[in-house]
Antibody
Framework: EVQLVESGGGLEQPGRSLRLSCTGS????????VHWVRQAPGRGLEWVSF??????????QYAASVKGRFTISRDDSKSIAYLQMNRLQIEDTAVYYC???????????????WGQGTLVTVSS | SYELTQPPSVSVSPGQTATITCSGD??????VSWYQQKAGQSPVLIIY???KRPSGIPERFSGSNSGNTATLTVSGAQDMDESDYYC???????????FGGGTKLSVL
């Protein structure tokens, strides 16, 4: 079964750091991009970041709201992607999902599957 | 930055057809995916590449995309279809992914 499992969430103070992990199983992890998407309480989905396949240089991109504070990385030998979150802000409070990204031959992009999510709470 | 606009809510009677729209500038020139998120659960992909269904997704879900609007159609809506639905696209040039604000579908 293709599966993604997030971990590392918790309660942290503003200005501090947290690292999330996304562990994949049931597929060749290195052959796919990994995306992070978050959902603040009662709100919609907000895309956060992605890291491409290593074979294409592991390109990364970030939403403007986290650029310069968050860093995405991957360790394909362990089938894990990370999201290092620095200088946390109260507005970063959300459930963070990781999802496998697929790009079709015509440049369509879809995210499937998604993990169960991990809750990050930023509060003093 | 690119934006996708969805109606906050749509209501449908059981067995009827529900349509959920997703609007964006020249959206028809991009590809759209749709996700279903039931209360307390993770999102699930239900449509990709505008109109393709992943295996296991019922045929009553269909999608289209033209002009400035993509549409998710739920034919013969069932109680179990009550969920939030999100459209998504991306700009391959900037590699920025965009989600619509989500639509709550009520079946009543």
């Amino acid at each position: 079964e293709v599966q993604l499992v997030e971990s590392g969430g918790g309660l942290e103070q503003p200005g501090r750091s947290l690292r999330l992990s996304c562990t994949g199983s049931g597929f060749s992890f290195g052959d796919y991009a990994v995306h992070w998407v978050r959902q603040a309480p009662g709100r919609g989905l907000e895309w956060v970041s992605f890291i491409g396949k290593r074979i294409y240089g592991g390109a990364t991109q970030y939403a403007a709201s986290v650029k310069g504070r968050f860093t995405i990385s991957r360790d394909d030998s362990k089938s894990i992607a990370y999201l290092q979150m620095n200088r946390l802000q109260i507005e970063d409070t959300a459930v963070y999902y990781c999802a496998r990204g697929t790009i079709g031959y015509n440049n369509a992009l879809w995210l499937d599957p998604w993990g169960q999510g991990t809750l990050v709470t930023v509060s003093s | 930055s690119y934006e996708l606009t969805q109606p906050p809510s749509v209501s449908v009677s059981p067995g009827q057809t529900a349509t959920i729209t997703c609007s964006g500038d020249k959206l028809g020139a991009k590809f759209v995916s749709w996700y279903q998120q039931k209360a307390g659960q993770s999102p699930v992909l239900i449509i990709y590449q505008d109109n393709k269904r992943p295996s296991g997704i019922p045929e009553r879900f269909s999608g289209s995309n033209s002009g400035n609007t993509a549409t998710l159609t739920v034919s013969g809506a069932q109680d179990m279809d009550e969920s939030d639905y999100y459209c998504q696209t991306w700009d391959s040039g900037t590699a920025i992914v965009v989600f619509g604000g989500g639509t709550k579908l009520s079946v009543l």
